[in-house]
C-alpha cells in the first residue's frame, strides 16, 4: 500500500544496513556501477556487499559483470537479506519487469527486502528523463512499482517518498515549501486529466522508494 510519508537516503541507507541481525547479512548492489553506494554500505557497518553490473569497466573483486542480470539473480536462489537498486530498475525492458521482480524475489532469503530508487513518473518532468536517456526502458510510478511486486510474491510493500536533505535549516524549509508546491500542482493536474480514480497518486517526490518485503 502506498505511504505518504519521506525518507531521506541517509536514512534508508542506516536502516537497511540496521536491519542486519547476523554476521552472515548479504547485500547485492543491482546495477551498483562504480561502487559508491557499496561504500556507504561499508561505512555503516554492512560486512558483506556485493555489486552486480553490465558494463566492464566497474569490474572489480567484489562487483560481478553479467549482461544477462536477470539470468544471474535465478542462478542465486536465497542468496541475499537485501537487494539494493539505484535508479536501475528501469534499464530492463519493459516486457521484462514481471520476469525481472520474480528473479529478485527469487534471489532474495526468506524475510530479505527488496529497495528500489527510481524517479518518479508521476511527475510532469519524468517524460524528459525517459528521452534524455535512450537506455532506458520504462517509467515507474508508485502503482507500476507496488503491481510489480504483489505479482512476484512480496507480502510487504511500501512507497516512500526520497526527501532531499539541504545543508543548512533554511534551505531544508524552501525544499520543504517547494516540495509542497510541488505536490499540490502535481494533485490538481492529476485531478483534472483523471478525476479522483482509485489509483490517485500519494508520492510526489522526485524520486520515490519501494521497500518489500518477500
Given at each position: 500500500m502506498s505511504r505518504s510519508r519521506s525518507v531521506s537516503e541517509e536514512t534508508l541507507y542506516r536502516s537497511i544496513v540496521g536491519s542486519s541481525a547476523s554476521k552472515n547479512f548479504s547485500l547485492l548492489d543491482f546495477g551498483c556501477g562504480d561502487g559508491?553506494?557499496?561504500?556507504?554500505?561499508?561505512?555503516?557497518?554492512?560486512?558483506?556487499?556485493?555489486g552486480l553490473d553490465v558494463d566492464e569497466k566497474f569490474r572489480s573483486e567484489n562487483v560481478v559483470i553479467e549482461t544477462d542480470t536477470i539470468g544471474y539473480l535465478a542462478k542465486n536462489p536465497g542468496r541475499f537479506d537485501v537487494i539494493f537498486a539505484r535508479e536501475s530498475l528501469y534499464y530492463i525492458p519493459r516486457d521484462r519487469?514481471?520476469?525481472l521482480f520474480g528473479a529478485l524475489y527469487g534471489a532474495l532469503k526468506a524475510d530479505g527486502?527488496?529497495?528500489?530508487?527510481?524517479f518518479n513518473g508521476?511527475?510532469?518532468?519524468?517524460?524528459y528523463i525517459y528521452q534524455k536517456d535512450?537506455?532506458?526502458q520504462v517509467i515507474f510510478?508508485?502503482?507500476s512499482m507496488s503491481e510489480l511486486s504483489r505479482s512476484a510474491g512480496f507480502r510487504k510493500i511500501e512507497i516512500l517518498g526520497v526527501a532531499p536533505k539541504a545543508r543548512t535549516a533554511i534551505g531544508q524549509v524552501a525544499i520543504n515549501l517547494l516540495d509542497g508546491a510541488v505536490r499540490i500542482r502535481c494533485s490538481f493536474i492529476h485531478f483534472l486529466e483523471r478525476r479522483?480514480?482509485?489509483?490517485?497518486?500519494k508520492v510526489f517526490t522526485r524520486s520515490i522508494v519501494l521497500v518489500a518485503e518477500k
Open positions: 559508491t553506494q557499496m561504500e556507504v554500505f561499508r561505512a555503516f557497518g554492512a560486512q558483506e556487499v556485493s519487469q514481471s520476469e527486502k527488496l529497495v528500489a530508487i527510481c508521476v511527475l510532469t518532468t519524468s517524460r535512450f537506455g532506458m510510478n508508485e502503482i479522483r480514480d482509485p489509483f490517485f497518486p
